[in-house]
C-alpha cells in the first residue's frame, strides 16, 4: 500500500521497535498528569464533589467497617451508600491500592495514571491500522484539551473509561475474545452509562460483520463466525448489566429514581413533548462542544464515523438536556466520548491511507493530514488552555501564606470528631466518618465547624444554600459555637467552646482607591499617600457620597476602622459622615460625623478612627455616604484591624 501503510501489519506487541518512545510518552504523561491533579488539590481546588465523595467512600469501607460510604450525597441518597449514586464494582479493584497510601492524593494519582494508560491501547489500535504513523496520534492524545480536563476535575470514574473502553476495542480488533470480555467486563464495571456505549460498539460491530457478509454474498456465514457470536454476547451483556446496575441502585437507595434527573424527560414518554426545547436550549453551546471535540483532530474521526457512531450514545443524550456540565470539555464526561473519537480517527486514516482515488491525487495525503492534525490540534489546545483558563485551574489563585494557615488550623482538628465544612476544604478532612457538606437535619450539631471566607465555595454553592447564607442561619438557631482558632478569614468553630482561641492572627485589609468605588470626585496622585493616589472630593462636587465598597467579606470579631483623612481648611462644620455598613448598606453597623475641627492643621494626613463586632462573617461596606462642598477632603487609605475575636 502507498505510504507504507498495510489495513492489518504484523503485530510484535511490545517488541515493536517503537516501545521505548511509547513508554516514556506514558511515563513522563502519567507524571505530568500526576503534578497538575496534586497541585490542585494541595491548592483547596478539589471539592467535595467529587474528589472528597470518593475519599471517604474508600476510607469509611477500609476503616470504619461502612460500606462505600459518604454524606455529600445525603440530600438524595440518606442511606450514604456510594452505590446509590452510581453503579462502580470496579472500585472494589482500587481498594488495594488506595489501602497503601489511604489519601485523597491516591486517588488523584490512580485516576493520572488510567488517563495516561489510554496511550498504550491507542497506540496498539494505531499501529494496527498506520503503522509508523502511531507515535503521531499519540501525541494526538497527550495535547487533546478534553483528555487533559480529565484530570482537572477532581477524581471522577470516567476517567477510567478511555483506557478500559480503547483495550476493550483493540482486542476485538485482534480477535483475542478472551482478553476482549475481561476488559468489557472492566469497562462495565465503571459506572452505569458504559453498558449503552458497549451496546452500540456491539450493534456496530454486528452491522460490520452483516455489511461484509452481503459484499461478499455469504449471509449464512457471518453468524458461524466467532466475532459475530461475540458481539451477541456483548449485546445481551450489556442490556442484562444496564438493569443490573440500575436494580442495585435502586436497592442501595429506595429514595431517588437511579436514573438522573436531566433524563427524566427522556424516559418518561408523558415529558416527550419537552424535548425539542431541550434540544434547542443552549443549542451554541452544544455546537461548541462538537467543534472542541472533533475540531483539534481536523473533524478526521468523521471518516471514521461507524466507529464514531457509539459516542452520540453519550452526545444525543447531552443535546436533549440543559445540563450544562454534560456538554463542555472541562468536565468528566469526555471520558464517555474520548475513546470512540480517537478510534474513529484512526479508522479514518486507515481509509485515508487505502483510498485509491486520493492516493492517485497525492501519494503523500496521509502525511499532510497527520501534519494538518498535530498543528490544528496544539492550536485547539492553546484556544482551550485560554479560555478555561488552566493556568488558574492547576495553579489557583489563593496566597500560599493564606493555604498554609488553612492547613495549621486544619491540623488543630482531632481525628475522631465530626465537621461541618464547606466544599473546597471537604476533601481535606474526608479521611472520617462524619463529616458533612450540609447538616443532615434540623438538630445536628457537630463538633468543629471550618469555613474559610476567602475560598471559593463559602460563597458558591453546592450545597445549597451556600454558606455565605447557611452559616449564619445555622449560628443563630445553634448559640453554643465558639471561635476555637481564627487567621486571615479562616474561622474554626467548636461546639461548647467558651475559651479564647488556641490559635488566632487578627484579621487586617488595607483598603486603598483600588478597592474602593468612587461616589463623587476623583481619583489624583499624591506622593505623601500609601499607594501615591487617593480619593479627592472638592468643593466643585456635588454633595454626597463621597465613596462606597468594597463589598468584602470579614470574619467575626470586633475591628477597629482607621480612616486617614486631610482637608484643605479647617471649618466648624460636618465634613463628612462614616459608616460600616452590611445588607447592601440597609444595616448600620457603625457610623461617625466628621466635624473639620477634628482635623489640627490643613493639608496633613490625619487619623478618624471608629469600631464595631460582627458575630458571623458579614459582607461589609466602609463608606464616607456624605460629604460636604465647604473643603476639599482627601482619602488615602482605610486601615480595618481587627482588635479581638
Not at 58 to 69: D, I, P, R, S
Not at 415 to 423: A, E, F, G, H, K
Request: hydrophobic share 45%; with cysteine; aromatic share 18%.
Amino acid at each position: 500500500a502507498e505510504d507504507g501503510i498495510r489495513s492489518q501489519p504484523r503485530s510484535r506487541g511490545l517488541g515493536d521497535v517503537y516501545k521505548r518512545q511509547v513508554f516514556c510518552v506514558f511515563i513522563l504523561h502519567f507524571i505530568f498528569l500526576s503534578y497538575i491533579s496534586l497541585q490542585r488539590y494541595y491548592s483547596f481546588l478539589s471539592t467535595a464533589l467529587d474528589l472528597g465523595i470518593f475519599n471517604q467512600a474508600f476510607w469509611t469501607t477500609l476503616f470504619e467497617g461502612q460500606f462505600f460510604y459518604e454524606t455529600p450525597d445525603f440530600w438524595f441518597n440518606p442511606k450514604g451508600c456510594f452505590f446509590g449514586v452510581h453503579f462502580s464494582p470496579i472500585l472494589f479493584l482500587l481498594l488495594p491500592i488506595y489501602a497503601l497510601y489511604p489519601h485523597p492524593e491516591t486517588l488523584l494519582v490512580i485516576q493520572a495514571f488510567f488517563i495516561s494508560l489510554t496511550i498504550i491501547p491507542l497506540y496498539f489500535l494505531a499501529k494496527i491500522k498506520i503503522r509508523k504513523y502511531s507515535l503521531v496520534v499519540l501525541f494526538l492524545y497527550v495535547v487533546y484539551a478534553p483528555a487533559i480536563f480529565l484530570a482537572l476535575f477532581d477524581f471522577h470514574l470516567e476517567a477510567l473509561i478511555p483506557a478500559l473502553l480503547l483495550f476493550t476495542i483493540y482486542f476485538y480488533e485482534k480477535k483475542e475474545f478472551q482478553k476482549y470480555f475481561i476488559f468489557l467486563l472492566l469497562s462495565l464495571s465503571v459506572i452505569e452509562f458504559v453498558p449503552i456505549l458497549t451496546a452500540t460498539y456491539a450493534l456496530y460491530n454486528l452491522l460490520r460483520e452483516f455489511a461484509s457478509a452481503f459484499k461478499a454474498k455469504n449471509l449464512k456465514k457471518v453468524v458461524k463466525q466467532k466475532s459475530f457470536i461475540v458481539s451477541v454476547l456483548t449485546l445481551f451483556l450489556s442490556v442484562f448489566w444496564l438493569f443490573l446496575s440500575l436494580f442495585i441502585k435502586s436497592v442501595c437507595n429506595p429514595y431517588a429514581h437511579p436514573l438522573p434527573s436531566s433524563f427524566a424527560h427522556i424516559t418518561n414518554p408523558r415529558q416527550w413533548y419537552l424535548i425539542p426545547e431541550y434540544l434547542r436550549t443552549k443549542l451554541d453551546e452544544k455546537l461548541l462542544y462538537i467543534i472542541e471535540l472533533l475540531g483539534p483532530l481536523v473533524f478526521l474521526p468523521i471518516l471514521g464515523l461507524p466507529e464514531l457512531f457509539p459516542a452520540f450514545a453519550w452526545i444525543i443524550l447531552a443535546y436533549l438536556t440543559d445540563y450544562v456540565p454534560y456538554f463542555q470539555i472541562t468536565y468528566q464526561y469526555n471520558g464517555f466520548v474520548i475513546p470512540f473519537i480517537f478510534y474513529a480517527f484512526i479508522k479514518g486514516l486507515e481509509r485515508i491511507s487505502l483510498d485509491k482515488v486520493l492516493r492517485k491525487m497525492n501519494k503523500n495525503i496521509l502525511k499532510k493530514a497527520l501534519l494538518l492534525s498535530v498543528v490544528v490540534s496544539m492550536l485547539f489546545s492553546s484556544y482551550a488552555w485560554t479560555k478555561y483558563k488552566a493556568d488558574k485551574r492547576i495553579f489557583g489563585h489563593y496566597d500560599p501564606q493564606h493555604l498554609k494557615l488553612l492547613q495549621s488550623i486544619i491540623a488543630l482538628i482531632p481525628p475522631d470528631v465530626s465537621i461541618l465544612t464547606q466544599n473546597d476544604i471537604f476533601p481535606h478532612v474526608s479521611n472520617r466518618k462524619n463529616v458533612f457538606l450540609s447538616s443532615p437535619n434540623e438538630t445536628f450539631e457537630p463538633d468543629f465547624i471550618l469555613i474559610d471566607i476567602k475560598l471559593e465555595f463559602y460563597k458558591s454553592p453546592p450545597p445549597y444554600p451556600p454558606y455565605i447564607i447557611f452559616l449564619p442561619n445555622f449560628l443563630r438557631k445553634h448559640r453554643n459555637y465558639g471561635i476555637y482558632a481564627e487567621a486571615d478569614g479562616i474561622v474554626l468553630y467548636k461546639l461548647n467552646w467558651t475559651g479564647s482561641p488556641v490559635f488566632y492572627e487578627p484579621y487586617v485589609r488595607i483598603l486603598t482607591y483600588k478597592e474602593l468605588k468612587l461616589g463623587t470626585g476623583h481619583t489624583a496622585y499624591d506622593k505623601s499617600s500609601y499607594s501615591k493616589r487617593i480619593l479627592v472630593h472638592t468643593k466643585h462636587d456635588a454633595t454626597g457620597v463621597f465613596w462606597f465598597g468594597p463589598y468584602e467579606l470579614f470574619p467575626p470579631g470586633t475591628y477597629e476602622v482607621i480612616f486617614r483623612l486631610k482637608v484643605s481648611e479647617i471649618v466648624n462644620e460636618t465634613i463628612l459622615i462614616l459608616d460600616v455598613a452590611t445588607n447592601l448598606g440597609s444595616k448600620i453597623l457603625a457610623q461617625v460625623a466628621v466635624n473639620g475641627t477634628q482635623f489640627q492643621q490643613p493639608n496633613q494626613w490625619e487619623n478618624v478612627t471608629l469600631t464595631f463586632t460582627i458575630n458571623v462573617p458579614l459582607e461589609l461596606e466602609i463608606r464616607g455616604i456624605w460629604a460636604s462642598n465647604i473643603t476639599n477632603i482627601y482619602l488615602d487609605y482605610i486601615l480595618v484591624k481587627q482588635i479581638a475575636v
